[in-house]
C-alpha cells in the first residue's frame, strides 16, 4: 500500500477519535473554546491536511491507485459530515445543513458515477469540486467558534 492510500486510510481512521472527543468530558477552557473543542479542531484540521497531502503526493510520484480513487472521496464525506453531526449535536449548527450536503454529496457521486461508466473526463470539474471540498471544511472548521 502507498503513502497516499495509507494516509487516506489514516483520516477515515481519525473521524472515530474526533467523535469520541466530546464524551470524555474534557475540563477547561482556552480563550472561552472548550478543550474538547480546540481537540477536535485539531484533529479535524489534520485530516483536511491529510486530504490535500494524498492527492498532491499520489500526483506528483505517480500513484494514483483504484483503492485512492475510491477511497479518497468517502473518507472526504464521513470526515465532514462526521464534523457537522457534532455540530448539530452540540446545538452549534443547524440540523438542515448536513442534510443539504448529504443530499449533494448523493448528487456528486452519482455523476461521478456516471460519467466514470461513460469514461468522460474534465480537469475542469475536477478542479471545481476541489474547491467545493475545501470550502465545505473551511466552513466547519469557522463554525465551531
Given at each position: 500500500?502507498?503513502?497516499?492510500?495509507?494516509l487516506t486510510i489514516f483520516r477515515i481512521?481519525?473521524?472515530p477519535v474526533m467523535v469520541i472527543i466530546p464524551f470524555f468530558h474534557i475540563p477547561g477552557?482556552?480563550?472561552?473554546?472548550?478543550?474538547?473543542m480546540w481537540l477536535m479542531n485539531l484533529i479535524f484540521v489534520i485530516a483536511s491536511i491529510t486530504d490535500k497531502l494524498d492527492g498532491t503526493i499520489a500526483r506528483a510520484r505517480n500513484q494514483v491507485t483504484t483503492l485512492g480513487k475510491f477511497l479518497d472521496p468517502i473518507a472526504d464525506k464521513i470526515l465532514v459530515l462526521a464534523a457537522m453531526i457534532i455540530l448539530v449535536e452540540m446545538?452549534?449548527?443547524?440540523?438542515w445543513i448536513p442534510i443539504i450536503i448529504l443530499f449533494r454529496e448523493f448528487i456528486?457521486?452519482?455523476?461521478?458515477?456516471?460519467?466514470?461508466?461513460?469514461?468522460w473526463k474534465s480537469s475542469c470539474s475536477i478542479?471545481?469540486?476541489?474547491?467545493?471540498?475545501?470550502?465545505t471544511n473551511d466552513s466547519n472548521y469557522l463554525s465551531i467558534y
Open positions: 500500500m502507498n503513502l497516499p492510500n495509507k481512521i481519525l473521524v477552557e482556552l480563550w472561552n473554546v472548550p478543550i474538547s446545538n452549534k449548527l443547524p440540523a456528486v457521486s452519482r455523476i461521478s458515477f456516471d460519467c466514470s461508466r461513460k469514461r478542479n471545481f469540486w476541489k474547491i467545493k471540498n475545501s470550502n
